[in-house]
């Protein structure tokens, strides 16, 4: 399991750690307007799904807008921000951000995606901060557990990997 702190101290993730060329896990989350939905409904696409804490908080609201910024411009790739925030939250946020460019998805319900992808932080019921890049045909091709939760992901590198994934 991935090794991650939370403002240096160590937290423990719930579920199975995903990894480069795995299948990638399917999972049920709510979108904003409080409908499922799943891995299958991104059936091929690449998909970059990049997972925060929580939406609202300094670092991850610059994660979510780096990659909004940057989802016209990589292609076929479809990007998703998953937090366990409520729909009702992340709405409001993207709406006062003019978020337009990819999809918030809220894993509050269930923990799904959280167990699915081993990013359940056990201690905070939050999701830790990774980014995932699964092909079209739901391969795992690029996956960052990022080792301290507060700081930023590797943005070139998971660009990078979603440019070239197919």
């Given at each position: ?19 480069v060329g ?20 991104y059936d ?123």
């Amino acid at each position: 399991m991935a090794n991650v702190t939370f403002h240096q101290d160590p937290v423990t993730l719930i579920g199975n750690e995903v990894k480069v060329g795995d299948k990638a896990p399917d999972f049920s989350v709510l979108n904003n307007d409080l409908n499922a939905v799943s891995l299958g409904d991104y059936d091929g696409k690449v998909k970059l799904i990049s997972v925060v804490p929580s939406i609202d908080t300094g670092v991850c609201a610059e994660q979510t807008k780096r990659f909004n910024d940057e989802a016209d411009k990589i292609g076929n790739v479809k990007v998703l921000t998953v937090s366990m925030d409520l729909p009702f939250a992340q709405k409001r946020w993207v709406n006062k951000h003019e978020i337009n460019s990819l999809d918030t998805l809220s894993d509050h319900r269930k923990a799904d995606f959280g167990h699915n992808y081993g990013v359940l932080i056990e201690e905070l019921r939050l999701l830790a901060r990774s980014i995932f890049v699964v092909d079209s045909s739901n391969n795992i091709t690029y996956v960052e557990y990022v080792s301290e939760v507060s700081n930023h992901p590797d943005y070139d590198a998971a660009l990078d990997a979603a440019r070239k994934a197919k």
